[in-house]
Structure formats: C-alpha cells, structure tokens
C-alpha cells in the first residue's frame, strides 16, 4: 500500500519522490521540500528537487538524512565534502550549512529529526562497505523457521539516542507481524522483503527500492535471501 491511510503501513517513497514538487528560488534545501502527510511526530519525511546547478543551503534544524534517488549531488562544508550519486545517503547533523553542486537535475528523499537535543554540525556519508558487527535478533516468538544472523553498523545516532541511521544485513527469515513503535526509512542494498499488513495488503521492495514504514504500522517480513539495507530509524525512547 502506497498513499497514507487510517491504517499506518509501508509507503514506497520512490513513488513519491517522482511527483516532484514546483522549483522555487533561495534555498531548495529549505524550500522546496515536499513534504509527505505523517502522524504528528519529531520527525518530517519527503523530497528534494534539485535542478542542475549550485546554490547554498542556510543551517537547517534537526538532524537530516538524504539519500538520492536519482541525479547526484555534492555537498560541501569548511570541513567536509560529501559527493552522493544514486542510492548513497549522508546524515546532516543539526545546525550545518552547506554548499551544493547537482551536474544534472536530483532528485532526494530525506527524513529530518526535529528533537530538541542537539548533534554537533557536519555532514556523514553512511558507508554501504562498512564493516559490521553481529546485532540482535528478531524476537523468538515472532519467528517461524531458524533464527537468522544478523550485523549492524551504525553510521549516526542524535544527542538523545531517538535517531539513528546506519547499515544493517541478515540472513533470511520469515517473522510474524509486530507493530512498529518507530518510523523506519530503509533503502534496499541487496535482497527483497514482502510485508504483510493487518489489512493484509502485501509488497514486496527489491534491491534499489526506497521505503517508509510507518509508525503504527502492523506488518510481518519475509526474507528468502540475504538482505542488507541501509536505515533511518526514528524510535521514541518512552
């Protein structure tokens, strides 16, 4: 399921991205968000329309993930340059201007963080090679078959632990649907997974997709190959 309803589920944010948005003068980055109808939360999730050029982006509130969806675009600070083709993604930490360079019309999907606490400034490319590290997994009564292996590597987490993005992979499996207490923007490394939701609607995202599930959302994963993704998590801590 696609478009936001009464009962929260996934939403494929490539779909979304495509509507674009009108071009607007200033500052694109401030501007010209189109921002995608959530449940009020911390956090405001959408897309970037760039067109090819240069331009400056003023300090922007809360901490910023961006991942292109098609294009490319660099973003420089006095400290940092980060150059982002399709499928790669930064964090943005709150407080940061910014320079940026786009060779050919970008298109961005970003998920913002608005809680209070504060991260330094600068930019962090999320490494799709980094080396990860065994995590948890799935809780054991929601699965059925074998317990998968999975590894994590978390590239940011905000001030207040409620925001992190990173990359995460496991073998497959097949879990019971849970509900999600947190948002989770995931863009697909490598695999497929099919949701489930509670209105039993299903979709299944393949290596390259873009997607959003929803706070609220009640859904199970299947996974029969390995996957890997990269993730934006935001996560209440009460």
């Not at 071009?23 to 449940?39: A, K, M």
């Not at 978390?154 to 097949?174: H, I, K, L, Q, R």
């Not at 649907?177 to 947190?182: A, D, E, I, T, V």
């Amino acid at each position: 399921m696609d478009v936001l309803s009464d009962c929260p589920t996934f939403i494929d944010l490539r779909d979304f991205a495509s509507n674009g948005v009108a071009r607007v003068q200033g500052d694109p980055f401030g501007l010209g968000r189109n921002l995608l109808p959530i449940r009020p939360a911390p956090v405001e999730i959408g897309s970037i329309h760039l067109d090819a050029g240069v331009g400056s982006a003023a300090a922007m509130p809360g901490d910023n993930f961006l991942v292109v969806v098609s294009g490319e675009v660099t973003l420089t600070t006095p400290s940092d340059t980060v150059r982002l083709r399709s499928g790669e993604s930064c964090v943005i930490g709150s407080g940061t201007a910014f320079d940026w360079v786009a060779p050919v019309a970008t298109v961005l999907v970003f998920m913002r963080y608005l809680g209070t606490a504060k991260a330094a400034p600068g930019i962090i490319a999320i490494d799709a090679a980094a080396q990860l590290t065994p995590s948890g997994a799935p809780l054991a009564e929601l699965l059925v078959g074998e317990t998968p292996s999975c590894r994590n590597h978390t590239s940011f987490t905000s001030a207040d632990g409620e925001f992190m993005c990173g990359v995460w992979d496991s073998t497959p499996y097949y879990r019971r649907s849970m509900g999600y207490r947190h948002f989770e923007l995931m863009v697909l490394l490598d695999g497929s997974v099919t949701f489930v939701d509670e209105l039993k609607h299903s979709r299944t995202y393949s290596k390259g997709d873009i997607f959003l599930i929803e706070q609220g959302a009640h859904c199970s994963w299947e996974s029969r190959e390995d996957v890997a993704k990269i993730y934006a998590i935001y996560r209440p801590a009460a």
